[in-house]
């Protein structure tokens, strides 16, 4: 098996499909409920590197425009990769809006949000997407994980908002369960480089509400999440649901996230499966 894939069908390895189509209108209400709670003080707080909360905002209403098919981003400049790509692309965006008002973005998302949920919930999810998904090693995907990718997004930079203004993570496990299944599809591509006989098996689990468990299988042609697990896995590593989440999008370093977690069996394995993550970064 390639890390990469000529199409969007042929890739059992990534587990079995999820479906996030019906997710994007909650998710969006829920951002417009934080948005509008927000304090005048709370859009100038940073939310997620020099990002402050206004950007973030003014970041998704990107997203959201070109999920709908009016992406502002011209092509890759002379030597770019496409992390720079999307890095200097976003940037711009951001800045171009800067003096946006909070009720102009709020207005604006609530109705880009809205045709983008639209769109979303009769989507073919057994399509190949015009998108790859780089950190699970597929391109194009398949637009279950495109789809499921892109609530991810959501969710996250909605979660760096309700931080910035002082809130925790917000609990609804449906979400978080939806988020860190669709995380854990970049397991196989983090173990590529991870030699191990045919048959090992590495377990991650999240422990909490919204939590689950994920074992990839090492197979001729790679790690594979599609194997049935047997037997007891080479090595396990357990982590809470909030360390595995904030490990995936970088929010924590993958040291740190083998710090907290419990571990059992090879620890080079462990430690290979704490690389994960789930963002182009």
């Known amino acids: 098996m390639s890390s990469e894939s000529n ?15 019906a997710m994007f209108g909650p998710e969006l209400r829920s951002l417009l409920s934080t ?31 070109g999920r709908l098919g009016h992406d502002h981003r011209n092509g890759l400049a002379d ?18 809006h800067a003096d946006d008002s909070p009720a102009s973005l709020i207005d604006a998302l609530a109705e880009a949000g809205t045709r983008l949920a639209r769109r979303f919930a009769t989507a073919d999810l057994a399509a190949a997407a015009a998108l790859g998904v780089s950190w699970a090693g597929v391109d194009p995907a398949p637009a279950w994980l495109d789809i499921a990718r892109e609530f991810t997004e959501h969710w996250t930079h909605r979660q760096q908002i309700r931080h910035a203004a002082g809130r925790d993570t917000d609990p609804d496990p449906r979400a978080l369960a939806m988020v860190l299944d669709t995380f854990m599809r970049a397991l196989p591509h ?24 994920w074992t990839a299988t090492a197979t001729a042609e ?9 037997g007891r896995p080479a090595a396990a590593v357990l982590l809470d649901t909030e360390t595995v989440w904030r490990l995936a999008t970088r929010g924590i370093d993958p040291a740190d996230a083998l710090a907290r977690a419990h571990v059992h069996g090879d620890r080079r394995l462990a430690e290979a499966a704490c690389q994960m993550v789930s963002i182009i970064y």
């Open 7 to 21: 199409g969007a069908a042929d890739i059992p390895w990534l587990g079995d499909p999820v479906d996030a189509r």
């Open 35 to 65: 948005l509008r709670g927000l304090a005048p003080a709370d859009w100038s707080r940073p939310a997620a590197g020099h990002w402050t909360v206004h950007d973030v905002a003014t970041h998704l209403l990107g997203d959201y425009y």
């Open 79 to 96: 030597g770019e990769t496409l992390e720079a790509f999307i890095h200097r692309t976003n940037q711009e965006w951001v800045e171009l």
């Open 190 to 213: 983090t173990l590529r480089h991870t030699s191990a006989p045919a048959g090992t098996q590495v377990q991650v689990v999240a422990e909490g509400s919204g939590g689950g468990s």
């Open 222 to 230: 790679g790690w594979s999440l599609a194997e049935a697990s047997s």
